[in-house]
Structures are given as C-alpha cells and as structure tokens.
C-alpha cells in the first residue's frame, strides 16, 4: 500500500483537521461527535440543510458545506455510516429555526441512523424532514441497499437544494424540490481498478487488470456485470442508453449532463465520456442545457467514472444556477 499517510489509525483525524485548517473561511469542525458546519453558524431564518456518509468519497462531507449547498455535514469512517449522536450535532449546528432537511443517501446504515438522529433532534424541538436519494439505475438492490444506491447524483441534489433554501424556500417546499430533484434523475458507474481503505491496507476487491466492473457502487460493490475493457465510447453507449432508458426520455427535453470520476480518473478520460455522452443525447434529440464534469463524489483513489442526466425545468434550472460557495464547489456570482 503506497499512500501519502502516517498511522492508518490516523488518516481520518489528520485529513479532517488538515481540511478544517484550509478552509476555516468556509467550515467549524467539531470533534466530539464530529460534524462540519458551516463558519459562524447556521443561518437564522433559514432552513438548514444537512447530509453526510461515509469517509473516502471526499469532497463529499464537509467539501460541500458552505453558501448555496450543506449548512452541515456527518462524516463516518471510511465507507461507514456516520452515528446518530454525529447526525444529531449536526443538525443542532444547522438550525436556524426554520427546520431542518436531511438528505440522505439510500444505503442502509445511512437510513437508520439518520432517522435516529432526526429523533434526537426531534427531541430538542428541531423540526426535521429528510429526503433519500437513490439515483442509481444500475442495480434495484445491492450489498448495502434495499432498493437503489445513492451515488454522484447526490451532489448535484445537494446543491440544488441548498440553492433552493438560499432563495427562501421553506420547509415543506424545501422537501418538495428535494424529491422532484430525485426523480429527475438517474446515474451508472463503472470502474477500472479497485480502492484501497487505508485501515485495510489492501485494495477492496479484485479486478483483472483486463476486465471493468459495469454499475459499481461507489463502495466497490458489484454491479451488473464484469467484462472485459472496451473502448470509452463503448462504455459510455452501455452508461447513456441504459439511464435514458430507464428516465424514459425524449426528444426536445432539457437535461444536465454530469459526468463524475470516482478518484483515480484523470479529467482528460472523463471528458472523453462526456464528448461521447453529449453526442449520443443530441442524436436523440434531446438538449444538453447545462453541464457538470469532475472529481464530486470519489471512492478513495478508484479509477472508474459514472454519468448522471437530470431533467431540467425553470425551477431546477434556476436551483442549478444558484451560486454556490464550498471548498468542493464555486459557481456563481
């Protein structure tokens, strides 16, 4: 295991506050439990917006708290659930008396300790609504999951609805975009290598150095099928057609196109994908208005990339185009 680190047993304490340094314009890191929130505190007056997962997928966690995406952010161990003491403290973090909404990714850890923190803080007066989102059109079910994953979709939600409480949405409003965001969209991964969990100090699973993995889970959990390498194009022909089938799409519909690498992908392949991505929907009519290619939702140094598509109406255009100021993503005036 060749890796930039000191004790394993220290990756994510090191790397937490070496963050939190960084951008101490942007986040408050809390240690007892951990969480990030947002520097000065929540909002007043305005609904808080709070996720979290798994360590490995950074920026995800506190790369996404700041103006126009999370108020606050959970982060577990690696590929781990964060607590519900950990959801709990960041959701007191958020509240800026409006209410607070949980996203949470459709894993089943996740699930049942973000219930159990919303309880908590449900107990100190703190109005919470969640919404799961669960935009992987690969598998219905996985290692993890009843039902779809939650994967690079995710992110683009969680800025959307974190456009949307900037603009004043309340509660209940902020749930209905959530889950019309959700439905709008629909994501397909694939690796090339495995990942190596520094704690574990050897990769995740194994992968012949001539095979990929179609819909992996950004966990490394299997996905449709493995088959050998093929040419980008190839690759991303079995991605697109399989989303657009799934999100029925047609022609003279706006989406946004969004490809995501998952660590190990450097951005000349994945704007390779995207070339051929955006080719493919423009022949089937339908209209590309707004783009988003990068490193969003990574699992650890994984070499591999997913496509998300999203439709796109007025209203989550506008939420698209919101600003948004985080260490993970800046856009906008």
């Known amino acids: ?4 680190i000191n004790d394993p047993e220290n990756v994510l304490n090191e790397f937490m506050r070496g963050f939190s340094i960084a951008h101490a314009d942007l986040v408050e890191y809390k240690t007892d439990p951990v969480h990030f929130h947002r520097a000065g505190g ?8 709070v996720s979290g997962g798994g360590s490995g997928h950074e920026p995800l966690g ?19 659930s964060p607590t519900p003491d950990q959801i709990a403290a960041a959701t007191q973090s958020a509240d800026g008396g409006a209410g607070v909404l949980h996203v949470v990714l459709n894993y089943s850890g996740d699930i049942m300790n973000f219930e159990m923190g919303a309880e908590i803080a449900a107990a100190e007066g703190i109005e919470v609504q969640s919404v799961v989102i669960d935009d992987d059109v690969a598998v219905e079910d996985s290692t993890w999951t009843a039902g779809r994953r939650g994967v690079a979709g995710s992110i683009t939600a969680m800025k959307m609805i ?12 902020t749930a209905r975009v959530a889950k019309k965001i959700n439905d709008s969209m629909g994501t397909m991964g694939l ?11 050897k990769p995740s699973f194994d992968l012949g150095e001539d095979e990929i993995e179609l819909g992996i889970g950004v966990h490394g959990e ?12 190839e ?13 029925e799409l047609s022609s003279g519909e706006n989406v946004l196109l969004f490809v995501n690498g998952l660590g190990g992908t450097p951005l000349h392949e994945q704007y390779i994908l995207y070339n051929h991505a955006w080719d ?17 939702f990574t699992s650890i140094e994984m070499a591999g990339a997913s496509i998300t598509i999203m439709r796109l109406d007025d209203e989550l255009t506008k939420l698209f185009d919101a600003p948004v100021h985080t260490a993970g993503w800046r856009a906008g005036a």
Do not use: H, W
Not at 65 to 79: E, N, Q, R, S, Y
Not at 223 to 229: L, M
Not at 287 to 293: F, P
């Open 162 to 173: 974190g456009g949307a409480t900037d603009l004043g949405y309340d509660l209940n409003e």
């Open 62 to 80: 506190g790369g996404y708290v700041g103006k126009g995406m999370l108020d606050a952010a959970a982060p577990g161990a690696f590929f781990s």
């Open 191 to 201: 690796a090339l290598t495995a990942c190596t969990v520094p704690t574990a100090g």
């Open 42 to 49: 929540a909002v007043q007056g305005k609904v808080g917006v």
């Open 222 to 233: 299997p996905g449709v099928k493995r088959v050998p390498i093929m040419p980008a194009d």
């Open 280 to 296: 493919k929907l423009d022949a089937l009519g339908v209209n590309v208005t707004r783009s988003q290619v990068g490193n969003f």
């Open 1 to 4: 295991m060749k890796k930039l």
């Open 235 to 247: 690759i991303t022909d079995i991605l697109v057609d399989t989303v657009v089938k799934d999100m």
